[in-house]
């Protein structure tokens, strides 16, 4: 069982170059496609699923290929059985035991005549036990409807498996699941993933930047290391080239001064007379020649060193670092940032007595009131459907139907009150929200002008300055926002966020690493070191997480209840609170 790319190149219809003259192989094994957003990494997943015919070259797969998707397409009024791609079959048998003898029946079924046990048990090892099979996909939750397209795959037995971000939107319990079943895949997998649990997981690395794939035996940890010393090996190739650029420059500009220096004295010497005019001519023809030639020469090695030196920066990866200040942002330990009262209902039951943390609890923990003060990083954690999202708009400040699929009206920016269902919320501090979708930002507009839009006061040098640290200079920050790339759109919805004016002193993000590349997510982390105010953060990512330097964990379970978890959240290794 393999995979065999020769010589893959794909364009879009409208020319879009995405990959050129791929060549590689995937063996028995875990692999993690890594690469920044826009890189190609979905596109080369469906060229291996055969949902993409390549422009030229070829991709060839030995036995069958299961793709799971980023962005699954439901049929929400069809049954999980139907969704498992086990319908026909279980007709078939009910037909059969009926006493059908028609042949189609017996085809349909092949030799899947257990296949609603197979079903049923690989729902239980994903923890999708309580689904049943005739239970309809509506009524599934996005981590559900996931796992159980991912068990149709692992149903098939197929001999390459390809997975796309397949932990996006997954509770901490769902990712667990998926770990197993990944460390237990005995095939070809190749899995599109910036989760860091996940890639701790495979056995190599594929790494597609600069239209090349490059295999890095190992996971993501040995990925890093070995990243890192040929980062280092090609500063130092690119230190040693920009000084040859400068040497030879340097040599130049001397050898152009002795040369006029030697034609000063020339023309001294035939203006005193003492040389015959045709003696005087043909030395300085001569030393035209000869000065020619040098500064050719001289020129070529310039040219040389300038190619050595690109042949070095092109090894050096582009690996920007958001470098910024936020001291608008700094709030005193002991100030409130946010109330919410009320937390009884819908979110937790009312029964409640003063807990000293900044919270009001009963004997289980859970909270009715909530107060975060100072610069407190709080992470909120649970299960898929618990409503994590659903509270954080409340606590942003925003009203309207809170169902997938419906906008959300924003309330007046700043500190202020608001009500949402029962809730009683409020913000003592300048407020920022970013949601899952990294939505806020007007398409008609350039950068420049999205910023200025949230900070009116700011001159056009301010905000560039402070684009200029989000990696927007020059003319990047002119670009239209509906231009931009996905970690270009990224870094512009941060930059937006971050230099508001007021500047926010309170964060709410709704999984703000989901379909962000690994170098984004590092970004992101770079960025929010930086931030001095109070964030809310509602994530699946515990890596991320930790790296935040979370300082409360609060979790809400699907029965409504939020709690403090006393243990400090989940560990920085492992996936489970």
Not at 211 to 232: C, K, P, V, W
Not at 254 to 281: N, W, Y
Not at 506 to 519: C, F, G, K, R
């Amino acid at each position: 069982m393999s995979v065999v790319l020769s010589d893959l190149s794909f364009s879009f219809p409208n020319g879009r170059v995405v990959l050129t003259h791929l060549s590689a192989s995937f063996n028995a094994g875990r692999t993690g496609l890594i690469g920044q957003n826009g890189s190609g990494k979905s596109t080369l997943l469906r060229l291996i699923a055969g949902a993409l015919r390549p422009t030229s070259g070829s991709v060839t797969a030995t036995g069958e290929v299961a793709y799971l998707p980023q962005d699954l397409t439901l049929d929400t009024s069809a049954t999980v059985a139907s969704l498992l791609g086990i319908a026909a079959a279980r007709e078939s048998i009910r037909a059969i035991e009926a006493g059908s003898v028609d042949p189609a029946a017996f085809d349909a079924v092949g030799d899947d005549w257990d296949i609603e046990d197979r079903a049923r048990e690989q729902l239980g090892r994903l923890g999708l036990s309580h689904i049943g099979l005739d239970d309809p996909v509506g009524r599934l939750s996005g981590g559900e409807a996931v796992l159980t397209a991912l068990s149709a795959r692992l149903l098939r037995r197929p001999a390459v498996l390809l997975l796309d971000e397949p932990t996006n939107n997954l509770d901490l319990d769902a990712r667990r699941r998926l770990y197993a079943a990944v460390e237990a895949w005995p095939g070809v997998l190749v899995v599109v993933s910036h989760d860091r649990a996940l890639l701790s997981l495979v056995d190599q690395v594929a790494d597609l930047s600069g239209g090349a794939l490059r295999m890095y035996g190992g996971n993501l940890d040995a990925y890093e290391e070995m990243l890192a010393t040929e980062q280092a090996a090609a500063q130092r190739a690119v230190s040693a080239a920009e000084a040859d650029v400068r040497r030879e420059k340097r040599d130049l500009l001397e050898t152009q001064v002795k040369q006029a220096r030697r034609d000063r004295m020339g023309r001294q010497l035939a203006a005193s007379g003492s040389l015959p005019h045709i003696v005087a001519g043909g030395r300085k023809r001569a030393a035209q020649v000869s000065a020619g030639k040098g500064r050719e020469v001289a020129l070529a090695r310039i040219a040389d060193a300038k190619d050595r030196l690109a042949g070095a920066e092109d090894a050096l990866r582009d690996d920007a670092v958001i470098r910024i200040s936020l001291p608008g942002t700094a709030v005193p330990a002991g100030r409130t940032v946010l109330t919410v009262q009320g937390l009884g209902v819908p979110w937790a039951p009312w029964h409640a007595t003063a807990d000293a943390d900044g919270a009001a609890a009963d004997d289980a923990g859970r909270l009715a009131e909530l107060i975060v003060r100072g610069p407190e990083r709080v992470a909120l954690i649970g299960p898929n459907g618990a409503g994590k999202t659903t509270l954080l708009l409340a606590l942003a400040g925003l009203t309207g139907p809170a169902s997938p699929g419906h906008e959300m009206e924003p309330a007046a920016t700043g500190a202020g009150n608001t009500a949402a269902s029962t809730l009683a919320v409020r913000r003592n501090a300048a407020t920022g929200y970013l949601p899952q979708r990294l939505n806020i930002l007007d398409d008609a507009l350039t950068v420049v002008d999205n910023v200025r839009m949230v900070a009116p006061r700011a001159t056009v040098n301010d905000v560039r300055a402070g684009l200029a640290r989000f990696l927007f200079r020059g003319g990047r920050a002119d670009q239209l926002a509906g231009t931009l790339s996905g970690g270009e759109r990224f870094r512009a919805v941060l930059a937006a966020l971050l230099l508001a004016d007021p500047p926010p002193q309170l964060l709410l993000l709704d999984e703000p690493t989901n379909n962000l590349d690994m170098a984004s997510v590092r970004q992101l982390s770079q960025a929010l070191s930086c931030y001095r105010g109070a964030l809310v953060v509602v994530s699946h990512d515990v890596p991320f997480l930790h790296a935040l330097g979370v300082t409360r964990w609060l979790r809400l379970d699907r029965d409504g209840r939020l709690a403090e978890d006393r243990g400090h959240g989940p560990g920085p290794a492992s996936p489970l609170p």
